[in-house]
C-alpha cells in the first residue's frame, strides 16, 4: 500500500512545540498570553500580529524544522511499515514561503537531514503548493495520515485519511476519515485497513 505521511503535527508534534515556544516567545517579548488551542494558524491561536509571528520564526524555524524531535514510535512504526512492504511518501506543504532570510533556499535540506536525524525511513518526499489531493492522487497514495482540518476534509474526498488527534482538528469527521491517536494506533488502523 502507498501511505502519504504529512510532517508537522504527523511526524512532529507542532501544537506541543507552539504550546512551549509561542508562550516563552510571549514571555520573552511582552506579549499576553493568550492562547486558542482551537485554532492551527499561530496568528490566531496566540492573537498575535503578522510581524509578530514572523519575528517568532525568525527566531525559532530553524531550530523547530531540524532539531525538534519526531513523535515518540514515529521512526519505529514507519519502519515496521516499510518492512512490511508498504511504500512510504512523505507529503508536505512546507516551503520557502516566510522563510527567514538566513535560512531562505534551506527547508528541503532541513527536512532530508531532519528526516536522517531522525530514523524516519522513506520511498520519496513530495514537496505540495495548495491542496495535496492532486499530489496524493497523482501518486496514488492509498491512505494519508494528516492533521490540518482542511487537508483532511479535501483528500477524504478521495482518499482515507487518518487524522491525527490535535486541539486544532477536534470534532472533524465524516467519510474516510478515522481519528488516530499515537502511531501504535496508526499501525493498528492500517493493518486492518489491508
Known amino acids: 500500500m502507498k501511505i502519504g505521511i504529512d510532517i508537522d503535527g504527523v511526524l512532529v508534534d507542532i501544537e506541543r512545540f507552539m504550546c512551549d515556544y509561542a508562550t516563552k ?3 520573552e517579548n511582552n506579549i499576553p498570553i493568550d492562547i486558542n488551542v482551537g485554532e492551527y494558524d499561530e496568528r490566531k491561536s496566540f492573537n498575535w500580529t503578522d510581524e509578530q509571528a514572523t519575528k517568532f520564526w525568525n527566531e525559532y524555524l530553524e531550530y523547530y524544522a531540524t532539531k525538534y524531535p519526531a513523535r515518540e514510535f514515529a521512526s519505529e512504526i514507519i519502519k515496521k511499515l516499510k518492512q512490511e512492504g508498504h511504500e512510504i511518501y512523505i507529503i508536505t506543504a512546507r516551503n520557502e514561503d516566510g522563510l527567514p532570510e538566513k535560512t531562505y533556499g534551506m527547508m528541503k535540506e532541513f527536512i532530508s537531514g531532519w528526516l536522517r536525524d531522525n ?3 522513506y520511498d520519496r518526499i513530495i514537496y505540495t503548493e ?5 499530489y496524493c492522487i497523482g501518486n496514488y497514495i492509498e491512505i494519508m495520515i494528516e492533521d490540518w482540518d482542511y487537508n483532511v476534509k479535501d483528500i477524504s474526498t478521495k482518499i482515507p485519511v487518518l487524522c491525527f488527534d490535535c486541539n486544532y482538528n477536534r470534532g472533524l469527521e465524516g467519510k474516510n476519515i478515522t481519528r488516530v491517536y499515537s502511531w501504535y494506533d496508526i499501525y493498528d488502523k492500517i493493518s486492518k485497513f489491508k
Open 130 to 134: 495548495g491542496s495535496k489531493l492532486p
Open 25 to 27: 516567545f510571549c514571555i
Open 119 to 121: 530514523n524516519i525511513v
